[in-house]
């Protein structure tokens, strides 16, 4: 079985330009999240989609930020436009919701995203 | 969700029993205690929950205290992969986010 899967695995930027991450969960979970680790932080919670759904977005530092999930299935994020503060790594997992699960979050390799 | 506190760093020898505290004083009757962990490089990996009762599977053991207040992860037979950062996490939420601290920085050598 594939794991969650993301492209690019790295991007470099200028300030100011609009990058979009892409995160492929693992086929059937309904459960999507997406976090990310600035330089010498934690790891720090984004947003959780349910199937499209947006469930719980506290996380998302601001309006540049955008993640999207038509139809249930893979997730974007877009950074429009990005600054220097948001070079980092981001990550994105997805679960099961069947109840009988462990809810493990199953995690991407993450994406290295550097905004010059 | 509750705050856990973990030490910073510690090393094992390969192939002993590496040994992971986590203090979670103001737990909650509902919450869960998990355990991830985050390889150089890599996203980070569930290794195991448990709520009251001790847990083992392929990867550790998880031991909870009777009062709930702290836990132990044990890793029976550490090996050089197992160098990794270490994140005890509480929370009620079962589908919910995962709140990461800074986690102990285990350091497995030869």
């Known amino acids: 079985e594939a794991g969650v899967t993301q492209f690019p695995s790295h991007s470099v930027i200028e300030k100011g330009q609009t990058v979009t991450l892409r995160c492929d969960p693992i086929?059937?979970?309904?459960?999507l999240y997406w976090y990310r680790r600035v330089m010498g932080k934690e790891i720090k919670f984004l947003l959780h989609?349910?199937?499209?759904?947006?469930?719980?977005e506290s996380g998302m530092p601001n309006n540049r930020f955008l993640a999207e999930r038509t139809g249930g299935t893979y997730s974007t994020l877009k950074v429009q436009p990005a600054e220097l503060e948001d070079s980092g790594v981001y990550f994105c997992?997805?679960?099961?919701?069947?109840?009988?699960?462990?809810?493990?979050?199953?995690f991407g390799p993450g994406t290295r995203l550097t905004v010059l | 969700d509750a705050k856990t506190t973990q030490p910073t760093s510690m090393d094992c020898a390969e192939g002993r029993a590496a040994n992971l505290p986590c203090n979670h004083s103001?737990?909650?009757?509902?919450?869960?205690v998990y355990w991830y962990r985050q390889i150089h490089s890599q996203g980070p990996q569930y290794i195991i929950h448990g709520l009251k009762n001790n847990e083992t599977n392929e990867m550790a053991s998880l031991i909870i205290t009777e009062d709930r207040k702290s836990s132990t992860l044990i890793l029976p037979h550490a090996t050089l992969r197992d160098t990794a950062v270490y994140y005890c996490?509480?929370?009620?939420?079962?589908?919910?986010?995962?709140?990461f601290g800074a986690g102990t920085q285990v350091v497995v050598t030869p």
């Open positions: 997992a997805s679960s099961q919701s069947d109840g009988y699960s462990k809810n493990e979050q199953f």
């Open positions: 989609f349910v199937k499209e759904s947006k469930q719980d």
């Open positions: 086929s059937g979970h309904d459960n």
């Open positions: 996490i509480v929370r009620t939420d079962s589908w919910g986010k995962l709140q």
């Open positions: 103001t737990i909650s009757g509902n919450e869960y």
